[in-house]
């Protein structure tokens, strides 16, 4: 019998690496950066897996909604944040009951099986002037491009052993991550990026100080198009209904 997606989600929870040194920089930097856009109001927060970021929205939201499909992690996220309005739900079920003034996506669009289909409905839960915020590993990351020179990955786009782990069906490089947001009829306001990366998470948790990561973190911002990580602001389109 085919796993379920709650399955697939829950067996990806069981031996989750985002709070490893490396990826846990990475969420915290894109907290760090999402903050720009984000005005208070009503925020949902997509997918929060262990939290990292959701500790950073709590400050920034006037109520602070999160939809998460393990069970896994909706129980931690509930013992770490008591006063936060938790859902259970996969993104496809999940029914809102209000509109959010932003809506956060960090490392989601990567995981699911339809990311156009979850970005429309997301834009179908903004306020009116509201705002998603979404991003996502690039494929088109300098570590990547020295793998594909190497022999490591056929190719920029392909899944490699860390993919996997982590359920990712797919890995974005900017124009599919453009793509995907306008086929949702959205209007894109903002693309930029951050982490500089030219090597392997494991090389740089064994090689690099914190003062370095940052360094590097910072200067991906001023080369969007090859940084290891990639976001994007987005207002729904005028056009869409």
Avoid at 27 to 37: D, G, L, P, Q, T
Avoid at 177 to 198: Q, T
Wanted: charged fraction near 25%; proline fraction near 5%.
């Amino acid at each position: 019998m085919a796993r379920t997606e709650e399955a697939r989600l829950e067996e990806v929870a069981a031996d989750s690496w985002y709070l490893q040194p490396a990826n846990k920089a990475t969420i915290e930097y894109s907290a760090k950066a999402f903050k720009r856009f984000i005005r208070g109001g009503r925020v949902l927060e997509m997918g929060p897996a262990e939290g990292v970021m959701t500790k950073h929205l709590v400050g920034m939201a006037e109520s602070l909604t999160v939809v998460e499909g393990t069970a896994t992690f909706c129980a931690l996220i509930k013992q770490q944040h008591p006063t936060i309005d938790v859902h259970h739900s996969l993104f496809e079920d999940f029914k809102p009951i209000s509109h959010f003034d932003s809506i956060v996506l960090g490392h989601v669009l990567e995981h699911v099986e339809d990311p156009v289909r979850i970005l429309s409905l997301a834009r179908d839960w903004l306020a009116p002037d509201g705002r998603i915020i979404g991003g996502v590993p690039n494929a088109r990351s300098l570590h990547r491009q020295a793998a594909v020179i190497m022999g490591l990955l056929p190719f920029e786009e392909a899944l490699n052993e860390t993919d996997h782990h982590h359920g990712h069906r797919r890995v974005y490089n900017p124009e599919t991550f453009r793509r995907d947001f306008l086929l949702a009829g959205l209007e894109i306001e903002f693309f930029g990026g951050y982490w500089l990366k030219p090597v392997s998470n494991s090389q740089i948790e064994r090689d690099w100080s914190p003062h370095m990561l940052d360094a590097f973190m910072r200067l991906g911002e001023r080369y969007p198009d090859i940084a290891g990580e990639i976001f994007i602001v987005a207002r729904k389109s005028s056009g869409a209904t």
